[in-house]
T-cell receptor, first 116, second 109 residues
């Protein structure tokens, strides 16, 4: 149980284009989803927290107009990187929590974004 | 905010024991987690401590001292597959996780 999927697993796009990454909880309802970014040999940095049906809460320094997050249902959240630039190339990981006093966040397998 | 420190790298021999220390300074504390991450993959959950003391789970154990802002992850009977990055993460009152930079453990034959 508690499986989280991400799609795509990797993507290459040209500078200036937009990319959408999907995060799905497959066997539970995720009231809260988190989006992280990880640069090579660095740790995971929380970008934003999203609750189903409400606007995402962004961490300091993360541009909400560049990283659009939608959490339209209890099993799906999307992250859209708009007008991507090479410096946005990173490993994007989502996690999901059921919110039922569970202490765990269940992580997706990650999406490797390369902007050329 | 959270300030989380752990060593960058550790090397040990197959079959040995390795202890990875983690110190943290936090504005709010609601549990400490350890994750294992292989290169290019997402983190996988290893352990969780919210009260002081030792939690043992097979070959892995984790210890927490809240008063000292200190935790360690103990890996026993090391196997080659244990070569990975180990992340210490602290959860705050809003259920957000802050991660340390990770400790890369290399297991040698």
């Amino acid at each position: 149980g508690a499986v989280v999927s991400q799609h795509p697993s990797w993507v290459i796009c040209k500078s200036g284009t937009s990319v959408k990454i999907e995060c799905r909880s497959l066997d539970f309802q995720a009231t809260t989803m988190f989006w992280y970014r990880q640069f090579p040999k660095q740790s995971l940095m929380l970008m934003a927290t999203s609750n189903e049906g409400s606007k995402a809460t962004y961490e300091q320094g993360v541009e909400k107009d560049k990283f659009l997050i939608n959490h339209a249902s209890l099993t799906l959240s999307t992250l859209t990187v708009t007008s991507a630039h090479p410096e946005d190339s990173s490993f994007y990981i989502c996690s999901a929590s059921s919110g039922e006093s569970s202490y765990e966040q269940y992580f997706g397998p990650g999406t490797r974004l390369t902007v050329t | 905010g959270q300030n989380i420190d752990q060593p960058t790298e550790m090397t040990a021999t197959e079959g040995a024991i390795v202890q990875i220390n983690c110190t943290y300074q936090t504005s709010g504390f609601n549990g400490l987690f350890w994750y294992q991450q292989h290169a290019g993959e997402a983190p996988t959950f290893l352990s969780y401590n919210v009260l002081d003391g030792l939690e043992e789970k097979g070959r892995f154990s984790s210890f927490l001292s809240r008063s000292k802002g200190y935790s360690y992850l103990l890996l026993k009977e090391l196997q080659m597959k244990d070569s990975a990055s180990y992340l210490c993460a602290v959860r705050d009152g809003d259920y957000k996780l802050s991660f340390g930079a990770g400790t890369t453990v290399t297991v040698r034959a």
